[in-house]
């Protein structure tokens, strides 16, 4: 796509800090032939300034919406295999974790699919750290596996 050499919409955006929201939303009107988007003004400033822009020059171009697409449906999908967390893959199955926390020994065990603590299987460290503390904690330096940096 090759680029037009018709600058005007450049002076359009030189005035556009100056508008009125009663201006801009007239601005939008004459642009894009629908009444603007209910956001704040300033956001709709930049709304407009990147409109302008797409109107001089093209909008995104068909591939990348397409990959837009693509990931979103992607993103939609049922996960077959759960991502196993790079801690886990640090970690042998079977290898136990021992943590002492206000007097009482904290022991979780390394599965398959995920950490079993008190008998229930949790998908991370940091989900058994939260329910031991009660706060949210990093469940590798909780355990020691990570230093403070």
């Not at 001089?56 to 397409?66: R, S």
């Not at 950490?115 to 355990?143: C, M, N, Q």
Request: hydrophobic share 35%; with cysteine.
């Amino acid at each position: 796509m090759q680029p037009i050499t018709d600058d005007s919409w450049l002076e359009e955006l030189n005035v556009l800090p100056a508008l009125s929201t009663a201006e801009l939303h007239a601005c939008w009107e004459r642009l894009e032939g629908t009444k603007p988007p209910n956001i704040s003004t300033g956001l709709l400033r930049l709304l407009y300034a990147q409109r302008t822009r797409e109107h001089a020059y093209g909008g995104i171009p068909a591939w990348v919406l397409a990959e837009f697409d693509r990931v979103l449906v992607e993103s939609r999908k049922p996960r077959e295999n759960k991502r196993v967390d790079s801690v886990r893959r640090s970690l042998s199955v079977g290898t136990r974790l021992v943590r002492e926390w206000n007097g009482k020994t904290i022991s979780v065990e390394v599965r398959e699919e995920g950490y079993l603590y008190a008998d229930k299987l949790y998908g991370s460290l940091s989900e058994i750290a939260r329910v031991v503390t009660g706060a949210h904690w990093s469940g590798p330096r909780f355990f020691g596996m990570k230093r403070r940096g």
